[in-house]
């Protein structure tokens, strides 16, 4: 089985961005304590960030046609304005995504309660900070 995780802007800077709301841990250590515990079960996790919207698309597609089984999703802010990437996650609907938000973005602006994505993905976790990424790799993993 193989996982792919898909960040948006400014999650490059993971770890270093306002760590009172998104932790002080990177990206990279996320992702290999992600690979240690799925690994055992047979999971293999790949991971791309772009800050630009047409390049997770791209990615999200690519993933699609190379047989992924599953993508986790954190659109950062093109949550709440990409039209565009609702319409490609739909258009790869055989191949399920989980949006993913490290805050709970109900109690934050009133602009992050909107999501654009969300009714075409799977599910959506936030909330648990960079634990959230393990939730929606729990969930695609024991759904299959």
Not at 8 to 15: F, H, R, T, W, Y
Not at 110 to 116: D, E, K, L, W, Y
């Amino acid at each position: 089985m193989k996982y792919l995780i898909i960040n948006g802007p400014n999650l490059n800077l993971l770890g270093q961005r306002e760590p009172g709301i998104y932790g002080s841990e990177s990206m990279e250590s996320v992702v290999e304590q992600l690979r240690q515990h799925f690994s055992p079960s047979g999971v293999d996790i790949a991971y791309f960030q772009s800050n630009h919207e047409g390049d997770l698309i791209d990615r999200l597609h690519q993933a699609w046609r190379e047989g992924f089984d599953g993508v986790v999703l954190n659109a950062g802010a093109y949550t709440h304005t990409s039209i565009a990437l609702h319409d490609a996650i739909r258009a790869v609907a055989s191949m399920p995504v989980v949006e993913v938000h490290i805050s709970n973005v109900h109690r934050r602006e009133p602009f992050r309660h909107v999501s654009f994505i969300s009714a075409a993905c799977m599910g959506v976790i936030c909330g648990f900070g960079t634990y959230s990424y393990r939730l929606a790799l729990e969930a695609l993993v024991n759904t299959k």
